[in-house]
């Protein structure tokens, strides 16, 4: 039986301006079945412009959810975006966490987040008043803090910010509004959750 598998998050996680096949959960799937983990395809709950209350409130909304063999969640950009703090990311990233613990039939061990990648480093990010180290500053603080928050409850916590900045000036890696992730972007991220993923569901979970 195919594992079940709930991606949360934002733009990053609907995949703003790429096929649905190019989005890194859909991608991340393909990999997974190709390395012999049978995965249904992901119910993905996210929005472009969400931050952590945005989606906490779509999950109120979506409820009941019931369970899951496997969830993902990235969220935050846009808390950075809108100048909020990070102490306040912290906590609300923390209880979407819990939450996606419980989807996750309690199983911290079966649970993924992506870190927030550096939008300042893209086109578009340097057109920004803020400018690109100021934004990749506040963007490392908001990522540390998710960082300590997965440490806690034993949650796999996978780094792509540095593939992010690395190659956000290449025109292949960008969709053409020069700020979101094209496919092949994507398909960077997903080579860096996927051994992650793939321990992680190296064994049935419990139903």
């Known amino acids: 039986m195919a594992l079940t598998y709930l991606a949360l998050g934002d733009s990053y996680t609907i995949g703003e301006a790429v096929p649905e096949s190019g989005r890194w959960p859909v991608q991340l799937t393909v990999q997974l079945r190709e390395h012999g983990i049978a995965v249904d395809a992901p119910r993905i709950i996210a929005t472009t412009g969400w931050t952590t209350d945005e989606l906490a409130l779509a999950l109120d909304l979506a409820e009941p959810l019931g369970q899951w063999d496997f969830v993902s969640l990235l969220i935050g950009v846009n808390n950075q975006y809108r100048g909020r703090s990070a102490v306040q990311y912290a906590a609300e990233f923390r209880d979407l966490l819990r939450r996606a613990i419980g989807y996750a039939r309690g199983r911290a061990d079966r649970v993924l987040v992506l870190s927030i990648p550096d939008w300042g480093a893209t086109p578009f990010g340097a057109t920004d008043q803020r400018g690109p180290a100021v934004i990749g500053a506040e963007l490392d603080v908001f990522n540390r803090s998710a960082a300590q928050v997965c440490a806690q409850l034993g949650v796999a916590f996978v780094d792509i910010t540095p593939v992010s900045r690395e190659r956000a000036s290449e ?31 190296r064994e049935p979970a419990p139903r």
């Open 171 to 201: 025109a292949i890696m960008l969709a053409e509004d020069g700020l979101h992730p094209s496919a092949a972007m994507y398909a960077q991220w997903t080579m860096l959750a996927l051994p992650v993923a793939r321990d992680l569901l």
